[in-house]
């Protein structure tokens, strides 16, 4: 398939869809006008579309769901899907999705698992709050990239297991060749500055999939640095679908 163009493009905006602050949006400058904040949104459900079998009948699970730009990219590209559950380890950003965009095809999950950056204090799980083969599409934008390998491999065999039979995964990582197997905050790298616990994890290519596959997920496809700040795409699927 060919790769998504990096920037979203414009959608009109619909009144009835609330947006969450500027503050809420984890994208900083990216996400400063509404207009972007939808339109990148809706890019990726359209993404999702094609590449996961996003559609109306389907369970998604948002893992990382912030304040809830992929529901509404939803909302605003097909109104809603059978389930959209967005679970999340930041209490303000998932409360006002909680508050503000649940309904009764929408709904978002507060789970305290600890994450060296977003929330130091909370317990050592691997636990995503789904049943065994009961999500159809699952969406993690730039969660593996603040994750190290014990989470990777972790909450990889969790995906695993919660994917429904010909369920795939689409998810985001700073992935590249030659590289060690795994670094926390790599210096020099795609000329950005990486501060504090867990800003950017970068894998190699190969020990990230070997991870994965040992976890019981294979990759489907993959695109090379083309998502925010240079990281890869993933479609992943169970080993045994």
Not at 191 to 217: I, M, N, Q, Y
Request: aromatic content about 10%; some cysteine; charged content about 25%.
């Amino acid at each position: 398939m060919t790769p998504e163009a990096p920037g979203p493009a414009p959608v009109a905006l619909d009144p009835s869809i609330p947006l969450p602050p500027y503050t809420l949006r984890m994208g900083g400058q990216h996400f400063k006008k509404d207009e972007d904040f939808v339109a990148a949104g809706v890019r990726d459900a359209r993404v999702l579309r094609r590449r996961a079998g996003l559609g109306p009948r389907k369970r998604v699970l948002d893992w990382g769901c912030g304040a809830g730009r992929l529901a509404i990219g939803i909302k605003h590209l097909m109104g809603h899907v059978a389930d959209y559950h967005g679970v999340d380890i930041q209490p303000e950003l998932l409360n006002w999705a909680k508050d503000n965009l649940t309904d009764e095809h929408t709904r978002f999950t507060l789970v305290d698992a600890h994450n060296a950056r977003y929330n130091p204090d909370g317990e050592q799980s691997f636990h995503i709050p789904a049943d065994d083969e009961s999500v159809d599409v699952l969406y993690a934008y730039s969660v593996f990239s603040h994750m190290l390998t014990e989470d990777l491999a972790g909450y990889g065999a969790t995906i695993a297991r919660i994917l429904a039979p010909g369920g795939r995964a689409w998810v985001t990582a700073f992935v590249e060749e030659d590289v060690p197997d795994c670094v926390e905050n790599p210096t020099d790298y795609l000329k950005l500055e990486w501060k504090g616990a867990l800003h950017c994890v970068r894998f190699s290519r190969p020990f990230f999939e070997r991870t994965l596959h040992d976890a019981g997920l294979a990759v489907d496809e993959f695109v090379h640095g083309r998502e925010t700040d240079g990281q890869s795409m993933y479609v992943l699927r169970r080993l045994s679908s």
